[in-house]
């Protein structure tokens, strides 16, 4: 079976500053692994994705992860943040049976 | 293209009162498909998933049931709400490297 733990419920950040969200996995295969940002009342955007290339991943406002196999991580980073970044963001695993599990979630609150 | 469906967008439901959400797919044939409901303040949480017709797993015990009459419907139930269901229901599918979500529905029971 597969997992995963976003290891912190909460993030705060001042606006300009870099965001870290942590992200480890447990998968029997080689996973394929997401980021996704849920804003107050909206539905799931796909922030980037991993799916066995690149290990470190880009994806859409500055955001970008790197997939490490050694620590079972897939960390989410951004350099600077900024307001409009404040909302929910899920790590998800999923495997070759796409079959998939999110993590718990981490609200990132911005501060100005 | 793919596209997921879902309604209602909002419900307001009594307690004890029945249940029933849809969700319809496009654009692919015999999808993975999942339910999660999100708790005020709390993330998603797997309710059920489906590899095929008629083929439903439960993953938490609950008054919800859910059903696949067909390879592209998924439909969530309870014949009896109570007020811990209030929350935020996603229908999902999953294919190789990605998933897509619908757009939801936000349940309040009063």
Known sequence: AQSVTQLDSHVSVSEGTPVLLRCNYSSSYSPS????VQHPNKGLQLLLKYTSAATLVKGINGFEAEFKKSETSFHLTKPSAHMSDAAEYFC???DITNDMRFGAGTRLTVKP | SQTI??????LVQPVGS???LEC???GTSNPNLYWYRQAAGRGLQLLFY???IGQISSEVPQNLSASRPQDRQFILSSKKLLLSDSG??????????TQYFGPGTRLTVL
């Open chain 1, 33 to 36: 692994l997401f980021w996704y």
């Open chain 1, 92 to 94: 998800v695993v999923s």
């Open chain 2, 5 to 10: 469906h879902q309604w209602p967008a909002t």
């Open chain 2, 18 to 20: 029945p249940l029933s």
């Open chain 2, 24 to 26: 319809t797919v496009e």
């Open chain 2, 50 to 52: 489906s590899v095929g």
């Open chain 2, 88 to 97: 935020f229901y996603l229908c999902a599918w999953s294919a190789p490297d």
